[in-house]
């Protein structure tokens, strides 16, 4: 049995927790509960923290609609508290919001997309680095996921190395430390999450998409017309805690 340590980074929105859930239910879902055992910190509404994560397997991160743009205190902590299992060699991955906290964490910059928000199942393109990395073992050269985020990670911070990418983003994947890693895209959403998501923000959707001069009333449908199964998500969830653990 192994111990992981998922810090909940803030709350989906109340359309999309009726109906599948909230950010946690998703990885517990996704990957199972079978031969691993979570403990669950609410860390976006100030649970206190561990000292360290020693006695765990993994620390994992949630994503947020909350934004690494605009720092909180619990934010600074659980970066400390990811950064110091990483040092101890204790398995650390952040999605999204942890991926880019991750990147604030070891002197990296976190900025609004000036390319737009990433949302929907979109492909990502594994680097060289990528290819070897366990995380994507298994895998081929070009993978579907599920994404939504407005903020990026521009550059890799210094001694990181990138994983994968893609044309809105070239950091969707970074290699922190020997255990540790980032990925900028939703290995844990199914289609029905991904669904939820685009639905909840539709009308925002539409008028960014509108803003930026495509027809009225296209992209929310374009999105979720385009919306695939993602079992590599899964698998590199798999991944992550069989081969760093």
Known sequence: ??????LKAGEAAASVRLSVGDYDRWFLQTLGLSGYRFD???AHQGAKLPGDATGYDAVMM???PLSVTRL?????RAAALMVDAAERNIPVLGVCFGHQLLAHAYGGCVVRNPLGREIGTVQVEL????QADPLFQGMPSS???QATHEDIVPEPPEGTVVLAGNANTAVQALAFRPCSRGVQFHPEVQPDAMRALIQAR???LEAEATARGVPPGERVPRLLAGI???PYGRQILVNFLEYFT
């Open 127 to 130: 680097t060289p680095s990528g």
């Open 143 to 145: 993978v579907a996921v």
């Open 62 to 64: 949630t994503g947020s």
């Open 72 to 76: 909180e205190p619990w934010m600074e």
């Open 228 to 230: 695939t199964p993602t």
């Open 40 to 42: 669950i910190l609410h």
């Open 1 to 6: 049995m192994k111990n992981v340590l998922l």
């Open 202 to 204: 539709a009308e925002r």
